[in-house]
């Protein structure tokens, strides 16, 4: 009695734990499906679900049937060996055996167990092609690209759609036909062990004739993927390019097609065997397949490798050479890149400078990296906001076109007190971040901060453009849900002291809480079960989730690979957008040399606007020729827009991608080489360069700028990197994509002549190092309780010159607000380190260089002459202390945050005059 009541105990817990994991699937499954309802994409949702669970069904029933009938085929077979009796001599007495088995093994029950076996490889295999909906849908939908492959003659598109389709059924029917042979092979291995021993497995004529039939149904498959790895061979990496070479093609092409007759040989003669039953002509002609691939496969292309091409292997692949360089180059759009000279060794004079005044205001000075740290210091008011990245931008500024740099000030919850971190302040009131902080990229303060356009809570704005909606529920930091619309008030933004405003949200795109019951499915969804219980609650309220970007947009689209730097942007409205590239790829592009593991072709075909306020989620099509786009938009018909279709506000933001450009520029150093020639032995090889950020030698990453290009009659905003030769570090030539219409995406490759010297990033970051006044500034100051950074060295085209840029900041030991003290310009033979970026041009190219345009007054630097004696400091430090409390009290955070900072540095300078004074 106990017994049995134990035994229902543990089934009832079995039955219960099932039950809720089943429940907690079907409430995130009915959750997801609200989510994507309440943003307008239920047709995303359900094609992606009609197509994951309609792909698993199809796969699970058709394992299921294959292996089932499979089984099912060995069931006389087994239901005869265990009802046979046995009979052993010993002398004179017979005795007759019967297995016990035959109590067991009923029909019905070796059917149910075939089922049962059945039905759990059905689900395993099943589970094994999730995520593979997308190929299916790519091949149902596929789109034709506008040329074919070199070697088959294919258009592009049966490689990019349909060859991976293919490969997966290739790969499904492998798994039906291996599944089944192990499955009856064992059965079969079971029955006749006990009944014969381990000597004449397989003895009988109904195992042989089985076990035969699937091996025939093998060799039939093998063929086929013979046929398919042919195609492989365009993503051969065995040659000196990739994609097939002369090998590939004279050798492993002709020993796939000579395999590919040889299976279905084979597959032949083990039906024929059926009849014959010679079973020992299927061992032989495993043994044939397998020395012929070992000939065919492995020798023969060795051979007429180092036989026939090694010793002429210029004149043997120079025309497949020159495909990997025409396809290649296709699939990056390199083939479109216009190629220009740049005579760069030209001088400039100051009415050079003059003239292009609109390039000179909006070189960079500001590096994101410490600007960061000064952002975090001067803005984020409060511990528990964060600007957690800095993006770079452009804007009409009173009526100029200005770079600036900018912050979304959102909110982590994880900086709050943790007596403050309950349900309630989590989920109800710490909602959203607030506003932005952006300022321009070239100026600064006399204390070598940043002069902000916009700054402070609530925003404060010095400039025509307002924010009018400062709040941020969705962005880079949002990892968490939240409830909106509830009883509870919202906290918006810190007033003063102890003092609070609060808001309500005024958004629709939320999830509607509603009734007992649906609270009840997001509670368990969430695994939260006070929301049942929060008297705050309503059931008009609005419950946000996935509000970080970073998930909220790939959960719409993950189809699409992404941009690694979202960035904020201003609208007109006074709303704030988060703007983000995506791109279709693909590692199926015949004779294109891969980046970033196995894809070898890259669109930014989609542009994509997250309403940082009410979470909205709008993708807009910016490459309309890609055919992989073309694809997404038959599957999800409606969901990409026309880019004319994007505000006219938001379009004026659309940049060239960092990501993209970074590809294509490692590839332009390899596939500018069009003669097959000179890329065989990489004669003209280039690299991209480095640069020095604080004392270590690191990679240069791609620098957005507005500049006037050469032949234009108007600055535009650009993204630039240098390139240098292979080994050296002059420069050999620079490239260019442009980010303004009516120019957006093209690329532009300024070639430098080649029998003159242009100065490469290290060479300036050399020179300076080698400038004895330079050199022993920085030491000194590194040696006074503060560390130096060195910026990003911009290489700033002006005409047909070169202006080189580097901005240097102080750190304090103790402080992490790095500030802009010194600015270096290189020109030609002369390089200077002054104030400000003006100062410096003054200085290199003489007294008709604008001052007006620049502050005057020289930023104090620890260091410099400080004031002769310490009741001068004393008085100063009070002057300073009193002004930040003053500022402080007005709320001008930025003022108090510069007060500070000129007091830290008037109090490090007292504390060296003390030590000097005896």
């Keep these: 009695m106990h017994k049995g009541l134990k035994w229902l105990t543990s089934v009832a817990a079995i039955i219960i734990i099932l039950f809720l994991l089943v429940a907690r699937w079907g409430a995130n499954l009915y959750v997801e499906w609200l989510w994507f309802q309440s943003l307008g994409y239920s047709n995303v949702f359900k094609t992606i679900l009609l197509s994951e669970l309609g792909l698993r069904f199809l796969v699970g029933v058709l394992t299921f049937i294959f292996i089932f009938v499979n089984l099912m085929l060995t069931r006389k077979t087994v239901l005869q060996r265990v009802n046979t009796r046995q009979y052993f001599e010993n002398g004179d007495v017979i005795t007759i055996h019967k297995s016990q088995l035959n109590k067991y093994l009923t029909p019905r029950f070796l059917t149910v167990t075939y089922l049962a076996i059945s039905s759990t490889l059905a689900f395993f295999v099943s589970t094994a092609v999730t995520g593979d909906w997308v190929i299916l849908q790519k091949f149902l939908h596929s789109t034709a690209f506008g040329y074919t492959d070199p070697i088959f003659h294919n258009n592009i598109g049966k490689y990019v759609f349909s060859l991976p389709f293919y ?59 013979f046929r398919l790895e042919q195609y492989m061979l365009l993503y051969s990496d065995q040659g000196v390019v990739f994609g097939p070479g002369y090998t590939d093609i004279h050798a492993r092409l002709l020993a796939y097609k000579a395999l590919f007759i040889i299976a279905i040989l084979i597959a032949l003669v083990i039906i024929i065997n059926l009849f014959l039953r010679r079973f020992k002509l299927i061992l032989y002609s495993i043994g044939a397949l397998f020395l012929a691939s070992v000939i065919l496969g492995g020798i023969y292309p060795s051979i007429i490798q180092n036989l026939v091409v090694k010793p002429n292997e210029l004149n043997k692949e120079q025309p497949y050479i020159a495909n990997s360089i025409k396809y290649t180059r296709l699939a990056y759009n390199l083939d479109n890149v216009e190629i220009k000279k740049f005579p760069a060794g030209k001088k400039l004079t100051a009415a050079d400078i003059e003239n292009n005044r609109d390039t000179i205001k909006n070189i960079r000075l500001w590096d994101w990296r410490p600007l960061q740290q000064t952002y975090a210091q001067l803005q984020e008011i409060r511990p528990y906001y964060e600007l957690q990245n800095i993006d770079i931008d452009r804007y009409m500024i009173n009526d100029t076109y200005r770079q600036v740099m900018l912050a979304a000030r959102e909110l982590d919850q ?66 968490n849900y939240i409830i909106v619309i509830t ?126 306020y009410t979470g909205q989620v709008d993708f807009y099509i910016a490459d309309n020729k890609d055919p992989l786009i073309q694809t997404y938009a038959k599957i999800f018909p409606g969901v990409f827009k026309p880019l004319a279709e994007m505000p006219e506000d938001l379009q004026r933001h659309i940049r060239y991608p960092a990501d993209l450009f ?158 802009l003290r010194r600015v270096i310009v290189a020109h030609g033979d002369q390089v200077v380190m002054e104030p400000t970026l003006d100062i410096a041009l003054h200085k290199i190219f003489g007294d008709e260089i604008d001052m007006d345009r620049t502050i005057k007054e020289r930023p104090p630097v620890p260091g410099d002459n400080p004031p002769a004696t310490l009741k001068d400091l004393i008085n100063q430090a009070n002057q300073l202390y009193n002004e930040a409390q003053a500022r402080l009290k007005d709320g001008d955070w930025a003022g108090y945050g510069e007060a500070i900072a000129r007091l830290k540095d008037t109090l490090n300078t007292m504390s060296e005059q003390a030590k000097q004074e005896p």
């Design 662 to 819: 970074s590809i294509q520029a490692e590839k332009y150093t390899v596939y500018h080489m069009t003669d097959t020639e000179v890329l065989y032995y990489q004669e003209d090889k280039w690299s991209l360069p480095t640069e020095k950020f604080f004392n270590e030698e690191v990679d240069m990453e791609p620098y957005y700028t507005i500049i006037r290009l050469p032949g234009e009659a108007k600055p535009e905003y650009v993204l630039i990197l240098p390139f240098t030769p292979k080994n050296k570090t002059n420069m050999i030539g620079w490239m260019a994509a442009r980010s303004d219409e009516p120019n957006y995406g093209k690329l532009i490759v300024y070639e430098f002549p080649k029998q003159e010297l242009i100065y490469g990033p290290m060479q300036i970051e050399a020179r300076i190092d080698q400038d004895t006044t330079i050199s022993q500034q920085l030491t000194l100051w590194n040696q006074r309780g503060s560390s130096v950074i060195r910026g990003n060295l911009l290489v700033i085209p002006v005409k047909d010159a070169l202006l080189y840029v580097e901005p240097l900041y102080l750190q304090a030991e103790q402080s992490k607000m790095p500030e």
């Design 414 to 479: 994880e900086q709050l007190p943790r007596t403050a971190q309950t349900w309630i302040n989590q989920r109800l009131k710490y909602t959203h971040g607030y506003g932005i902080a952006m300022s321009p990229v070239n100026e600064m303060t006399t204390e070598g901060l940043p002069e902000f356009f916009i700054k402070n809570i609530p925003p404060v704005e010095v400039i025509e453009k307002e924010v009018t909606q400062p709040e941020i529920y969705f962005g880079e930091l949002t990892d």
């Design 487 to 612: 009883k509870a008030k919202e906290f918006d933004y810190p007033v003063g002291g102890n003092e609070n405003a609060y808001t309500t949200y005024q958004g629709r795109n939320g999830v509607q809480m509603g009734g007992l019951f649906r609270r009840a499915i997001f509670a368990l969804a969430f695994g939260d079960y006070k929301m049942l219980l929060a008297t705050d609650v309503k059931n008009s309220s609005q419950i946000l989730f996935y509000r970080n970007i970073h998930d909220r947009v790939p959960r719409l689209a993950p189809f699409l690979r992404y941009d690694s730097d979202p960035y904020i942007v201003l609208g007109d409205t006074g709303a704030l957008y988060w703007m983000w590239d995506a791109y279709t790829v693909s590692d199926m592009y015949p004779y294109s040399q891969p980046f970033s593991g196995r894809n070898n072709y890259i669109r930014n075909s989609v542009k994509i606007v997250v309403n940082a």
């Design 167 to 225: 490969q997966f059924i290739y790969q499904l029917v492998n798994w039906f036909i291996i599944l089944a042979a192990f499955t009856v092979a064992l059965v079969y291995f079971l029955t006749e062990t006990g009944q014969e021993g381990f000597g004449k497995l397989f003895s009988s004529i109904s195992a042989r004739l089985h076990l035969s039939f699937l091996a025939a149904l093998f060799f039939l498959a093998r063929a086929w993927g």
